[in-house]
């Protein structure tokens, strides 16, 4: 167990709908980082947040958004979902922007 | 573009034998290589991982061999177990405040009992 959680575990929803996804870091930590995993990109990042401030952003949709609050938990944003957006979002977290990132068991989103 | 290239995409090795999974970078802003090791249905979980100034690093049966100069770094399993049966994944981390992660496309190891 890493200290990561994330909800929910499961979620299924149709096209053209909205999710959020939320995940709490590791206690102490600061910075929060949203990953995609999918069978034809496999891990992809998709943005950093730090201490409420985004850090880093990768290949993330415009659709997509995300922030962290002041108690640092984490909430990922999907909407105008597409068939494609199918697939395991990660969330991990680091102490301050330290090499070690641990990541959460993940959620699980299917587009039908 | 993909900037870390993993290799083999799968691998199946016997009991006790060694597995050895590859990878190369490009990027000379990295300054961070963990690896992870996934199983169905979990997240990554860190394993092991080595900065550039160092060539080599162990921890238990697993050991990182890194070549600067070759931007090659290698993970390998001594005495490979079944419970070892997992995904692997190479990862780069670059210097600076923006710590994204560029991972690997993976390796499937399966050990055979």
């Known amino acids: 167990d890493s200290g990561v959680t994330q909800t929910p575990k499961h979620l299924i929803t149709a096209t053209g709908q909205r999710v959020t996804l939320r995940c709490s870091p590791r206690?102490?930590?600061?910075?929060v980082y949203w990953y995609q995993q999918s069978l034809d990109q496999g891990l992809q990042f998709l943005i950093q947040?730090?201490?409420?401030?985004?850090?880093a952003k990768g290949n993330i949709l415009e659709r997509f958004s995300a922030q962290q609050f002041p108690d640092l938990h984490s909430e990922l944003n999907l909407s105008s979902l597409e068939l494609g957006d199918s697939a395991l979002y990660f969330c991990?977290?680091?102490?301050?922007?330290?090499?070690?990132?641990?990541f959460g068991p993940g959620t699980r989103l299917t587009v039908l | 573009q993909q900037q870390v290239k993993q290799s083999p995409q799968s691998l199946i090795v016997q009991k006790g034998g060694i597995s050895i999974i590859n990878c190369a970078y490009e990027?000379?802003?990295?300054?961070?290589f963990p690896w992870y090791q996934q199983f169905p249905g979990k997240g990554p979980a860190l394993l092991i991982a080595?900065?550039?100034?160092?060539s080599e690093k162990k921890e238990g049966r697993f050991t990182i061999s890194f070549n600067k100069s070759a931007k090659q770094f290698s993970l390998h399993i001594m005495d490979s177990q079944p419970g070892d049966s997992a995904t692997y994944f190479c990862a780069a981390l670059p210097r600076g405040s923006a710590r994204q992660l560029t991972f690997g496309s993976g390796t499937q190891l399966t050990v055979l009992p």
């Open positions: 080595i900065r550039p100034d160092v």
């Open positions: 206690s102490g930590d600061l910075s």
């Open positions: 991990a977290s680091s102490y301050r922007g330290g090499n070690e990132q641990f």
């Open positions: 947040y730090y201490n409420g401030e985004e850090r």
């Open positions: 990027n000379t802003a990295f300054d961070y």
